[in-house]
């Protein structure tokens, strides 16, 4: 069975600090990985896939599939990233499994 | 756009008595999930719908748990009999193009069981 494991429930960086947050997959066959973001009293939402490439808000994520790593980064953290981070996979199938969650706060 | 609208969104009960939320999806959005999700911890997915059809609902406690979306549109999850175990954010979401796309989060009902 696919695992999504999230090491860190806590993450604190100043404003400006570079941040990561750590994911670390377990599945035999090809996954999607997804990063779900949740602000303060607002819904669950997509942040990026890393289908997509894409930088979402500063933040990039690359799929190491020889780690089974999916770390999201920023180069510089803004107040305004503080939220609870998930990291999701898609099996081949499309059952989600999503991890614990990491809270980052970013102090000014 | 309202988006993934959910009812009730907090609602206590005692242990043994029925409950039920419902949910209604973006509009033409024909995959729709329930997700269980336990305090400090993810989404776990309940069960997933295509259209009108349960395609996934391995996960789905089935001795208290029911869903049914018989349009193919909105959806209700039941529980009956409540445990106090079930004290939980319940989610649902909606996709557009099923597993392939992404998936948008209702506000989610909060369920405590006293």
């Known amino acids: 069975a696919q695992r999504v494991t999230q090491p860190e429930k806590l993450l604190s960086v100043f404003k400006g600090a570079p941040v990561e947050l750590k994911c670390n997959y377990s599945?035999?066959?090809?996954?999607?990985l997804f990063w779900y973001v949740q602000y303060s009293r607002q819904r669950l939402q997509l942040l990026l896939r890393?289908?997509s490439r894409e930088s979402i808000k500063g933040f990039t994520a690359d799929l190491n599939k020889g780690e089974t790593s999916f770390h999201l980064k920023k180069p510089f953290a803004q107040e305004e990233d503080s939220a609870m981070y998930y990291c999701?996979?898609?099996?081949?199938?499309?059952?989600?499994?999503f991890g614990d969650g990491t809270t980052l706060t970013v102090k000014p | 756009e309202a988006g993934v609208v959910q009812s009730p969104r907090y609602k206590i009960i005692e242990k043994k008595q029925p409950v039920a939320f419902w949910c209604n999806p973006i509009?033409?959005?024909?995959?729709l999930y329930w997700y269980l999700q336990n305090l400090g911890q993810g989404p776990e997915l309940l069960i997933r719908?295509?259209?009108?059809?349960?395609?996934?609902d391995s996960q789905l406690p089935k001795d208290r748990f029911s869903a049914e979306r018989l349009k193919g549109v909105d959806s209700t999850l039941k529980i009956q009999p409540a445990e106090l175990g079930d004290s939980a954010v319940y989610l649902c979401?909606?996709?557009?193009?099923?597993?392939?796309?992404?998936?948008?989060f209702g506000p989610g009902t909060r369920l405590t069981v006293l």
């Open positions: 979401a909606s996709s557009f193009a099923g597993d392939r796309d992404e998936q948008f």
């Open positions: 599945y035999s066959g090809s996954p999607e």
């Open positions: 890393h289908i």
């Open positions: 999701a996979l898609r099996t081949n199938a499309g059952k989600s499994t």
């Open positions: 509009s033409g959005h024909n995959t």
């Open positions: 719908y295509e259209n009108e059809e349960a395609v996934d």
